[in-house]
Structures are given as structure tokens and as C-alpha cells.
């Protein structure tokens, strides 16, 4: 820990074959930092696949921690940082403890009801509400009514205070904090271009934090950008976060503008794609500017799901649009999900089938259960009637990692305590969820299974 910290920070995210530029705990160091804090903070994505959920060895690198302590995680690494935060505050019960990131943020009520350890939670992005918190706790201030955006215990109650504004991503503020961070650990490169959506996926995150789609200034993009492309070790792949960068063709043509200079050949620029948002001229000219990845929300090979979620477009001109993709990028990556709500068993095989054709046409595969994320349209909707599969719980919960079986069984037990903290460890009750299991194990093995079924059917 650096000496004298105000706070430690922890970006507490599962780790992934390719660890990713934890860029919103950078957002967040930095606006610290310009409030004047000293600020201790660690990536937890650094640490090994088994000692990541080892109880046990985290505790013990939090030893050093400051007084105050924030986490920021997704939804699916919230039970450890609720067992961690547990421990801590058994053992030290002047720490302060403060949780932020959408894995809190959407709950923040529902956690403060069930867990009196945790002291409060940041709504939104923390940017103007954490600094205030750290500096009220120093000033021996225990009253927090004042601080926008921030969930708290107001003696026996929880109270939610009035949101705050989202603050901005500053380039110039982000700068000194990068350079203290080791750039070669990281295989991606994030860029925050977007807030939020515009579009209204039922199942989709993206705009509970950020319930209005705001683009952010160009230039500032550019400057975080540029900056990178001067360091010796950064990541070779930049990722543009943005849901809908592609459909604002003025603005990213400004941006290929950029991107297409010679000094940055030696990096690769990726980006979300809309499948009925694209045509061969932008797909040509983004890879002429060094753009050689797009990842497409295919989302499902049914179309009666299609139709049902309003994706604006039929399995069959989705598949056309990415046999085009595959004659310019180098990676083409289709997301598909399984597990909707009002899925039957002949939509997932026919997503089954889409998977099988796209594999082989050599696209990069993303294909989930469907997670009733908080705050999400369909877990308004649904959310009332969710099943527990112990069988899948390492699915929803660490997907990357060697599974600890003395904590599994641990957040196990919590999930199913809590389960409206927790509904993402759940699924929606659905024919295509109980087919999938009644099958086969791997999803593969229904495929092979089913060769006929989709034979029959000739979809394409």
C-alpha cells in the first residue's frame, strides 16, 4: 500500500483469458486524485485463477489496506466481495466499507437492508459521490445525507440519496494515473465512447446505470488514444465501448479519420456492430483504418425470438451480414443467448443450428445463459419466477476460473439466502433451460443429437 493512503480501491472483476485496462477504477483513482487523495489501488484481476477465490488469500493481501475501502465489481463477483467485506469488518469494525460498479449500484437498497457490514453504496458512477464520502469519513463526519448519489445507513434505516450528474471522462485527469499502471499485464485496452443505449434490449444492462444514451466528446477519445499508442507496452487491441458506435456515420467517419493514421499499424481497433446498422462500404473502410475485430449481439437463431425482442432483423439476413464481415475482419465474433423467458425447446435448437453454421465459417462464438440482470426489462417482467440449478453455478458466477469448491459451496449458500440480491445467479424458467439440461451436458452433444432436427429443417 502506498504510505498514508485516504483510501484502497479495488477493482474487483473475475478474471478472463485476456485481462482488460480496468479503465472505470482509472476513472475513479483519477477523480480522487484531483480532490486531492491519496489513492492505494489494486486490480484484483491480477491475482491467480485459484487465489482469486481463496477467501483466505484475499483477506490476507487486505491486510495493508486503508481505513476506507471500495470495491467495484460486476454483478457476478458480488458474493465474494460481500464474504470478503464480512471478514474484513469483523476484524477491523472502523473500517469503512463502500461498494460501487452496476454489480451494487442497481441493489444498493436491497444490499444495505440484508448486510450491515457494508457502510454504503455508490449509485451511478461514483465520480462526484466516492470523493465526498472519503472526504466526510477523514473530517470524522458520519452523516452522508449531503452526498448525491450515494446509499447509506442513516442509523437504523438505509437512505437513498438524490442522484447526482454522471461525470465526464477527462482525458487529461486519466493521464497521470495510467502511467503508474503496467500496461504489458493487460491484453485489452478499453475506450469508454458511449454511454448507455439507445436501443431497448430487454435483457441488456447497458442502460440501468446510464439511462440516457450520451456519446462522449471525440476529442477526448482521441487524446486517451493518443496517449496509449505513446507507451512502449500497450495493449495492441484497443476496444471502443459503445453499443451504438457504428450508426453515426459522421462521427465515425471522423474517428477512422484518426484511427487510419500510420502510427497506430501496429494496433488493432474493435468495436460493437449492429447487424442491420452495417454495409460493405463502412465494413471496407473501418478495416482500411485498422479496425480488424467487430462483435456482433446476434442474440438468438430463432426467428420468432428475434421478432419478440425487436432486434430489426431475420437470422437469415443476420447470417448474410456476417459472411460479409468474415471478407474484411480478421476476427468476427456473434453473441448469441440462451435462456429467454418465453424460449421453447425448437428456438434453442435453432439457435443450436445458427451456432453450428456460424462455427463453421470460422466465427468466434460467444453463447450464454441469460442472466436476470437487476434493473433489466425483462427481469421487471419475469423476474418473479426464477430456478436456482446448483449444475450451472459455476456458469454464472466464475466462468474463468478454477472453481474453489469450500467457497463455491460458501457463495452457494449466500445466493440462495438472498436471492433478490443475487438473481443473476438464477435463470428464468424456460422450456429451452430445461431442455438443455434433460439433453445433454455440453451443449455440443445436443447439437450432434439433433443433426437430423436441423437437417429437416433447412433453415438457411
Known sequence: MKKNADITLINFILNAPRLWLPMASIVLTASLRKKGFIVDFRDFQMETPNSFIDLDSLEATLKSASDI?????????????????QRLKKKAPHKKVILGGIGASVIAAEILDAFEFVDAVAIGDGQESLPEFVECILNGGEDYGHIAGLAWHNGGRTQINPPGKAGAIVATSLIPVLEEIPLERYGVAPI?????????????????????????????IKEEISYLNTRENCPENIYLLDEAFITDRDR????????????FRQ????????????????????????????????????????????????????????????????????????????????????????RWLLHNMDVNIHFNLLSPLPGTGF????????????????????????????????VIDLVRAYPLIFPNYY?????????????ARFLDETLEKNFFYFKKRQLL
Open 379 to 410: 427481469y421487471k417482467e419475469y423476474g418473479h419466477d426464477l430456478v436456482f440449478s446448483k449444475h450451472l453455478i459455476s456458469k454464472q458466477c466464475a466462468p474463468y476460473v478454477a472453481n474453489n469448491l469450500k467457497n463455491l459451496n460458501t
Open 69 to 85: 475501502i471500495g470495491f467495484s465489481c460486476y454483478s457476478h463477483a458480488l458474493p465474494y466481495v460481500l464474504l470478503l467485506s
Open 192 to 220: 469508454v465512447t458511449g454511454r448507455g443505449c439507445p436501443f431497448k434490449c430487454g435483457f441488456c444492462s447497458a442502460r440501468v446505470m446510464d439511462p440516457v444514451y450520451q456519446k462522449r466528446d471525440l476529442e477526448e
Open 267 to 354: 494496433r488493432h481497433f474493435s468495436c460493437y456492430g449492429r447487424l442491420n446498422r452495417v454495409e460493405e462500404s463502412l465494413m471496407r473502410d473501418m478495416t482500411r483504418n485498422h479496425f480488424s475485430s467487430i462483435l456482433y449481439g446476434f442474440e438468438s437463431g430463432s426467428n420468432r425470438i428475434l421478432q419478440k425482442i425487436a432486434k430489426g432483423f431475420t437470422v437469415e439476413e443476420a447470417i448474410e451480414n456476417v459472411k460479409l464481415s468474415k471478407k474484411y475482419f480478421q476476427i468476427v465474433t456473434a453473441s448469441f443467448v440462451y435462456g429467454y423467458p418465453f424460449e421453447t425447446k425448437e428456438d434453442f435448437l435453432e439457435t443450436l443450428y445458427c
Open 427 to 439: 435463470h428464468f424458467r424456460t422450456e429451452a433451460v430445461a431442455f438443455s439440461h434433460e439433453s
Open 252 to 263: 465515425i467517419y471522423r474517428f477512422l479519420d484518426f484511427s487510419g493514421q500510420d502510427r
